[in-house]
């Protein structure tokens, strides 16, 4: 069956940098897009940006541009996001997603001084 | 980027209560429209695709409908289990967007 699974939680300080990986299992990572969201405490979904797992083509949010990448690993079978000069703001849960079906169960990723 | 518009905010209910959530789209989404349950401390839960598929395993008393900009879950006979913030969303283009929320509360 399909699963995606996130690596653990995160706690940073302003100003660094985490990096999330995306585990993929049940299907071909190359033939679906994986899609980044976050939730931070309180807030609505919002969408992060996303990679077509078989061009490496990326498209990403304003709201994280200049800030955020995607990259995939296809031998590893796994997406990775990375969101540097980390905010207070930027606390959030962070979720992959294949597609509206498919969702990882999400990385907590803190961050304070 | 589309505008998804949810409402109510807040929807105080009782057991056995039929339930209405709204979303508008500010764009024909051509029912690219999924709906998702969500706890505190959990990850959304998906509910409905395509604006009105039942996903696997999801309880028959939650429907979904709508077409062009105006799309509406109803869950049939609230449960306790049912209370709940629910999201919609909009994927028929990205950026992704969600509606603000709406949480179902009890009366």
């Known amino acids: 069956q399909v699963q995606l699974v996130q690596s653990g939680a995160e706690m940073k300080k302003p100003g660094a940098s985490v990096k999330i990986s995306c585990k993929a299992s049940?299907?071909?990572?190359?033939?679906?897009?994986v899609h980044w969201v976050r939730q931070a405490p309180g807030q609505r979904l919002e969408w992060l940006g996303w990679?077509?797992?078989?061009?490496?083509?990326?498209k990403y949010s304003e709201i994280v541009r200049g800030r955020f990448s995607i990259t995939r690993d296809t031998s590893a079978s796994t997406v990775y996001m990375e969101l540097s000069s980390l905010r207070n703001e930027d606390t959030a849960v962070y979720y992959c997603a294949r597609d509206v079906r498919y969702w990882g169960q999400g990385t907590l990723v803190t961050v304070s001084s | 980027d589309i505008q998804m518009t949810q409402s109510p905010s807040s929807l105080p209910a009782s057991i056995g209560d039929r339930v209405t959530i709204t979303c508008r789209a500010s764009?024909?989404?051509?029912?690219?429209l999924a709906w998702y349950q969500q706890k505190p401390g959990k990850a959304p839960k998906l509910l409905l695709y395509?604006?009105?598929r039942l996903e696997s395993g999801v309880p028959t008393r939650f429907g979904g409908s709508g077409s062009g900009t105006d799309y509406t879950l109803t869950i049939g006979s609230l449960q306790p289990e049912d209370f709940a913030t629910y999201y919609c969303?909009?994927?028929?283009?990205?950026?992704?967007?969600f509606g603000q929320g709406t949480k179902v509360e009890i009366k």
């Open positions: 764009q024909d989404i051509s029912n690219s």
């Open positions: 990679i077509n797992a078989g061009s490496d083509n990326t």
């Open positions: 969303l909009q994927y028929y283009t990205t950026p992704w967007t």
């Open positions: 395509v604006a009105s």
């Open positions: 049940g299907y071909i990572l190359t033939t679906y897009p």
